[in-house]
């Protein structure tokens, strides 16, 4: 067990922690301001993933600036899915806002497969190959702007939150709507921006990771229960949670599968959820507002 | 839970007589393949609304259970010889101490993470199966070489005895449904569903009936695992312990009628049909895509008809929510 | 011996300490009232004592055994019955279902415990709405069926909390009687009320609360005229009788 296998397995979890954090972040964003549980949120992943493949592969453009046309497009495929389907349950309890995300996850994992089959495609690019030297760390360039992005943004968002109106005002929409209403901040603005964004990071970690990791439509889950994960640990609606937790459950999951098996290293996430769940449901960071 | 005026009361009974006959007029096995697989995730569906309809917890691991009660009495099949019968006891034995493992500490967390936990337990099984391929066959599953007819082996020849047992098997989840429904027991799960904490001023533990509803279903469930293994003659880690097939029995029971009695038959009589109809339209490379049905009727229902397709054919009596 | 004996009962909620030192006793047969100005913590003292929240401090006996810090289900099965402030009906079952399920608690049989919900539907005269959907009634008839559901598991001593709140004088002088009735049966009641004319119409003893402690106690004329009494409702006014 030398230390330059140690330090790239962390190195490696860092890298894909960062992409896990931006999935995440925008899960616990939604929770955060609207109290849903987005079980869909891997596939728009998986959608970002296809859009990238699509879009890079007619246009023939390098697929980083196809995030020009993925933003603005997922923020108003999020807007549309609120409008459509996520708003009618926001007052509708727990089981029906879990079965409606539920529903969609499936149904887009689904057609997903009807409309390109299930099988592995990968995204053919220069940078793939590309890497950079740390020291005795090899990291992999796509991976590394993945991590920068996934950083920039969330951080970005955080200043948001903290420093704009919006985004204070998102803040005191998670803490307590009531209030907000009688402060004359119509939720539904929150709302929407709130969706639109979570759904967007998740589109935006599907294009970071098109560059190095197969796309196919179930792909989505596995990063779903990853996300899911993350948010329970870092404590759902804390953005700085999110991020910690990500980059905390990439190093778990990296370590584990160069030092115990690659088999087992989706367990360690597992494990470590149902340790947060029993232990410290509130998980590192939890109050149950957006923070 | 649900009051069926009495005429209504005759539905259920002519179609389990049409049921019952139904192989005097036609062994086609296509047919018969439909149905029982019908009569499987129907009663799957039954012992998921226990937890999830009565109690109002959504469960999305059921197929833990399932595949515990699949792998046990196959392992104990081929390593030792023994009946499915005998294995199947063993599985429900290690279903309910599952279900204790998981209940204990999942039912006093909010309602998404209870979810999410049971999905959790359910991956750990699948993970772990997976890993030890020498013992369970890993991800290339077990086969079960059909030898010839053995009754107590649950090995046959034809369809017919398969269509029947998971007949009576249906009949035994629907009637032990019913039981529980009408008793104190149901009472108090509909009282957790409805306020948690009103129903524990009037006396009623919580933790202690959610936990004996889900010891309940994970029996139930256990033993149709057990019983699919053999009918089919093979089982592997994503067939039979994977989200997918937890996601189907929600569905099932939600999309026929969440709470409801005849909810999950309801469901699974319109659900298998539209399953092999997209199999056939699209089979093949997209056969995963028969659960778009399953996605779309889910959100359909939670959004329009959150009562269930059951709805549509009987009126609400007394109780309904 | 007392019914109920709370000693030394203190709660802390993150560092605001909500109840502190808390002595009182309950006879049986009495009628308590429970009054102070909101946030006093009233409903936290019966939070208390019900097993919704655990104290920090203190003993609560009940008929002489120590009950602190039990389950809610371990008391109702003891004798302590409760209604809640922000009534909690089960709104997707009918009025006679809701009762139903209280009575559960004596009995094993449906059929049992349907007719003893019937006989507390006469009893607080909800008869004619038994089939309703508890969610399709009014916010009065909820308080009512709430209480009937706490008296179909037979308490010794029940908790009414608020249960005249947003009455008029008539429904209001109902009320008063059905609790006077339900007093007669032998069930001891602890009441946390706003409205004085329930107040002196019921109680026997008044016990007042302020900002967490006892305040004074004592018969209600007297309390009402308590200075230190009347300071502290000061700033809320006075809430009679049918105005609030």
Same mark, same amino acid.
Not at chain 1, 144 to 156: K, M, S, T
Not at chain 1, 187 to 198: D, M, S, V
């Given at each position: 067990?030398?230390?330059v296998?140690?330090?790239?397995?962390?190195?490696?979890?860092?890298l894909?922690g960062g992409?896990y954090?931006?999935?995440?972040?925008g899960?616990?964003?939604?929770?955060?301001?609207m109290?849903?549980?987005?079980?869909?949120q891997?596939?728009?992943l998986?959608?970002?993933m296809?859009?990238?493949?699509?879009?890079?592969?007619?246009?023939?453009v390098?697929?980083?600036l196809?995030s020009?046309?993925?933003?603005?497009?997922?923020?108003?495929l999020?807007?549309?899915?609120?409008?459509v389907?996520?708003?009618?349950?926001?007052?509708?309890g727990?089981?029906?806002?879990?079965?409606?995300?539920?529903?969609?996850s499936?149904?887009?994992?689904?057609?997903?497969l009807?409309?390109?089959?299930s099988?592995?495609?990968s995204?053919a690019?220069?940078?793939?190959?590309?890497?950079?030297?740390?020291g005795?760390v090899?990291?992999?360039?796509?991976?590394?702007?993945?991590?920068?992005v996934?950083l920039?943004?969330v951080?970005g968002?955080?200043?948001?939150?903290?420093?704009?109106?919006?985004g204070?005002?998102?803040?005191a929409?998670a803490?307590?709507?009531?209030?907000?209403l009688?402060l004359?901040?119509?939720p539904?603005?929150?709302y929407?921006?709130?969706?639109g964004?979570g759904?967007t990071f998740?589109g935006?970690a599907?294009?970071?990771?098109?560059?190095?990791?197969?796309i196919?439509p179930?792909?989505?889950?596995?990063f779903?229960l990853?996300?899911?994960?993350?948010?329970?640990?870092?404590?759902?609606?804390?953005?700085?949670g999110?991020?910690l937790?990500?980059?905390?459950?990439?190093?778990?999951?990296s370590?584990?599968?160069?030092?115990?098996?690659v088999?087992?290293?989706?367990?360690?996430?597992?494990?470590?959820?149902?340790?947060?769940l029993?232990?410290?449901?509130?998980?590192l960071?939890g109050?149950?507002?957006l923070? | 839970m649900k009051k069926n005026?009495?005429g209504?009361?005759?539905?259920?009974?002519?179609?389990?007589?049409?049921?019952?006959v139904?192989?005097?007029?036609?062994?086609?096995p296509?047919?018969?393949?439909?149905?029982t697989?019908i009569f499987?995730?129907?009663?799957?569906?039954v012992?998921?609304n226990?937890?999830?309809?009565?109690?109002?917890?959504?469960?999305?691991?059921q197929?833990?259970?399932?595949?515990?009660?699949?792998?046990?009495?196959?392992?104990?099949?081929?390593?030792l010889?023994l009946?499915?019968l005998?294995?199947?006891?063993m599985?429900?034995?290690l279903?309910?101490l599952?279900a204790?493992?998981?209940?204990?500490?999942?039912?006093?967390?909010?309602?998404?993470?209870?979810?999410?936990a049971?999905?959790?337990?359910?991956?750990i099984?699948?993970?772990?199966?997976?890993?030890f391929?020498d013992?369970t066959?890993g991800?290339n599953?077990i086969?079960?070489?059909?030898?010839g007819?053995?009754?107590?082996?649950?090995?046959?020849y034809?369809?017919?005895?398969?269509?029947?047992?998971?007949?009576?098997?249906?009949i035994?989840a629907?009637?032990?449904?019913?039981r529980?429904e009408?008793a104190k027991?149901g009472?108090?799960?509909?009282a957790?569903?409805?306020?948690?904490e009103?129903?524990?001023?009037?006396?009623?533990?919580?933790?202690?009936?959610?936990?004996?509803?889900?010891i309940?279903?994970?029996?139930?469930?256990?033993?149709?695992?057990v019983?699919?293994a053999?009918?089919i003659?093979f089982?592997?880690?994503?067939?039979v !312990? =994977?989200?997918d097939?937890? /996601?189907?029995i &929600?569905?099932t %029971?939600?999309?026929?009628g969440? $709470?409801?009695l005849? @909810?999950?038959? !309801? =469901?699974a009589?319109?659900? /298998?049909p539209? &399953?092999?109809? %997209?199999?056939?339209?699209?089979? $093949?490379?997209?056969? @995963?895509?028969n659960?778009?049905?399953?996605?779309?009727l889910?959100m359909?229902?939670?959004?329009?008809?959150?009562?269930?397709?059951?709805s549509l054919?009987?009126?609400?009596?007394?109780?309904?929510? | 011996m007392?019914?109920?004996?709370?000693?030394g009962?203190?709660?802390?909620f993150?560092?605001?300490?909500?109840?502190?030192?808390?002595?009182?006793r309950?006879?049986p047969?009495?009628?308590?009232?429970?009054?102070g100005?909101?946030?006093?913590g009233?409903?936290?003292?019966?939070?208390?004592?019900?097993?919704?929240f655990?104290?920090?401090?203190?003993?609560i006996?009940?008929?002489?055994?120590?009950?602190?810090a039990?389950p809610?289900?371990?008391?109702?099965?003891?004798g302590?019955?409760?209604?809640f402030?922000?009534?909690?009906?089960?709104?997707?079952?009918?009025v006679?279902?809701?009762?139903?399920l209280?009575?559960?608690?004596r009995?094993?049989s449906?059929?049992?415990?349907?007719?003893?919900?019937?006989e507390?539907?006469e009893?607080?005269?909800m008869?004619e709405?038994r089939?309703?959907?508890?969610?399709?009634l009014?916010?009065?008839?909820?308080?009512?069926?709430e209480?009937?559901r706490a008296l179909?598991?037979?308490?010794?001593l029940?908790?009414l909390?608020?249960?005249?709140a947003?009455?008029?004088?008539?429904?209001l002088a109902?009320?008063i009687e059905?609790?006077?009735?339900?007093?007669?049966t032998?069930?001891?009641?602890?009441?946390?009320?706003h409205?004085?004319?329930?107040?002196?119409a019921?109680?026997?003893?008044?016990?007042?609360l302020n900002?967490?402690e006892i305040?004074?106690?004592g018969?209600a004329e007297a309390?009402?005229?308590?200075?230190a009494?009347?300071?502290?409702y000061?700033?809320?006014g006075y809430?009679d009788?049918?105005?609030?």
């Amino acid at each position: 067990m030398s230390l330059v296998a140690v330090l790239q397995s962390l190195v490696n979890g860092l890298l894909i922690g960062g992409v896990y954090a931006l999935v995440a972040v925008g899960l616990t964003l939604i929770f955060g301001v609207m109290k849903i549980v987005n079980f869909a949120q891997g596939e728009f992943l998986m959608l970002g993933m296809y859009f990238t493949f699509w879009v890079s592969g007619l246009a023939k453009v390098n697929p980083y600036l196809v995030s020009f046309l993925l933003v603005p497009v997922f923020f108003l495929l999020g807007w549309l899915v609120y409008s459509v389907l996520i708003r009618r349950v926001v007052d509708k309890g727990d089981v029906s806002q879990i079965l409606l995300t539920l529903g969609l996850s499936v149904f887009l994992q689904s057609v997903a497969l009807l409309l390109w089959g299930s099988d592995f495609r990968s995204l053919a690019s220069p940078l793939k190959t590309a890497g950079l030297r740390l020291g005795p760390v090899i990291m992999s360039l796509p991976q590394v702007i993945a991590l920068v992005v996934a950083l920039v943004l969330v951080l970005g968002l955080m200043l948001f939150l903290s420093r704009t109106d919006l985004g204070k005002a998102m803040r005191a929409t998670a803490e307590n709507r009531e209030i907000v209403l009688t402060l004359g901040i119509n939720p539904e603005k929150t709302y929407i921006l709130a969706f639109g964004l979570g759904i967007t990071f998740a589109g935006v970690a599907g294009l970071l990771l098109s560059p190095f990791f197969y796309i196919f439509p179930t792909v989505g889950s596995y990063f779903n229960l990853t996300a899911f994960i993350i948010v329970v640990l870092g404590g759902m609606g804390s953005v700085v949670g999110a991020l910690l937790g990500g980059l905390l459950i990439g190093i778990a999951e990296s370590v584990t599968g160069t030092f115990i098996s690659v088999n087992l290293s989706q367990l360690a996430s597992f494990v470590v959820f149902l340790l947060v769940l029993f232990l410290r449901p509130a998980g590192l960071f939890g109050g149950g507002e957006l923070s | 839970m649900k009051k069926n005026p009495s005429g209504q009361l005759l539905l259920p009974y002519l179609a389990g007589a049409v049921a019952f006959v139904l192989p005097l007029v036609s062994t086609e096995p296509y047919i018969m393949r439909i149905l029982t697989t019908i009569f499987i995730f129907a009663s799957l569906g039954v012992a998921w609304n226990l937890v999830g309809g009565y109690a109002g917890q959504l469960s999305l691991g059921q197929s833990a259970f399932f595949g515990i009660g699949a792998y046990t009495a196959v392992l104990f099949y081929l390593k030792l010889n023994l009946t499915p019968l005998l294995g199947g006891l063993m599985g429900a034995g290690l279903a309910v101490l599952a279900a204790v493992l998981i209940g204990l500490p999942t039912f006093r967390l909010r309602g998404a993470y209870f979810s999410l936990a049971t999905i959790a337990f359910a991956e750990i099984l699948r993970i772990l199966l997976m890993y030890f391929r020498d013992f369970t066959g890993g991800a290339n599953g077990i086969s079960l070489s059909f030898k010839g007819n053995q009754p107590w082996m649950l090995q046959f020849y034809s369809p017919v005895p398969y269509y029947y047992i998971a007949l009576f098997l249906l009949i035994a989840a629907v009637g032990a449904a019913w039981r529980i429904e009408r008793a104190k027991f149901g009472r108090y799960l509909a009282a957790i569903r409805e306020n948690q904490e009103a129903a524990e001023s009037i006396g009623v533990n919580s933790g202690w009936y959610k936990l004996l509803a889900f010891i309940i279903s994970a029996v139930i469930t256990s033993l149709l695992g057990v019983f699919y293994a053999f009918y089919i003659g093979f089982v592997d880690p994503d067939m039979v !312990v =994977g989200l997918d097939l937890s /996601i189907r029995i &929600a569905v099932t %029971a939600i999309v026929g009628g969440i $709470g409801y009695l005849w @909810g999950p038959v !309801v =469901g699974a009589i319109v659900l /298998i049909p539209l &399953a092999e109809l %997209a199999s056939t339209l699209w089979g $093949g490379a997209r056969a @995963g895509a028969n659960l778009a049905f399953y996605g779309f009727l889910l959100m359909i229902v939670v959004l329009f008809r959150p009562q269930g397709m059951l709805s549509l054919f009987t009126e609400k009596g007394g109780s309904s929510h | 011996m007392s019914l109920l004996v709370v000693e030394g009962l203190q709660k802390a909620f993150g560092g605001l300490l909500a109840v502190n030192n808390i002595n009182f006793r309950i006879e049986p047969g009495e009628v308590v009232a429970l009054i102070g100005p909101n946030g006093a913590g009233k409903t936290t003292i019966v939070n208390l004592i019900t097993g919704t929240f655990h104290p920090d401090r203190g003993t609560i006996l009940f008929a002489g055994h120590n009950v602190t810090a039990l389950p809610p289900w371990e008391l109702a099965k003891r004798g302590m019955a409760r209604t809640f402030q922000a009534v909690k009906i089960f709104p997707g079952l009918s009025v006679l279902e809701n009762v139903q399920l209280g009575a559960f608690l004596r009995t094993t049989s449906p059929v049992e415990a349907m007719k003893r919900a019937e006989e507390i539907l006469e009893f607080v005269g909800m008869v004619e709405e038994r089939k309703v959907l508890a969610k399709a009634l009014t916010l009065e008839k909820r308080k009512r069926l709430e209480l009937a559901r706490a008296l179909a598991t037979n308490p010794r001593l029940l908790f009414l909390d608020e249960v005249m709140a947003g009455l008029n004088p008539k429904e209001l002088a109902e009320e008063i009687e059905i609790i006077r009735r339900i007093n007669a049966t032998g069930v001891t009641i602890l009441l946390i009320e706003h409205i004085l004319r329930a107040v002196i119409a019921l109680s026997q003893r008044v016990i007042v609360l302020n900002q967490g402690e006892i305040l004074a106690e004592g018969p209600a004329e007297a309390v009402m005229k308590n200075r230190a009494v009347i300071e502290a409702y000061l700033g809320e006014g006075y809430r009679d009788a049918g105005s609030s």
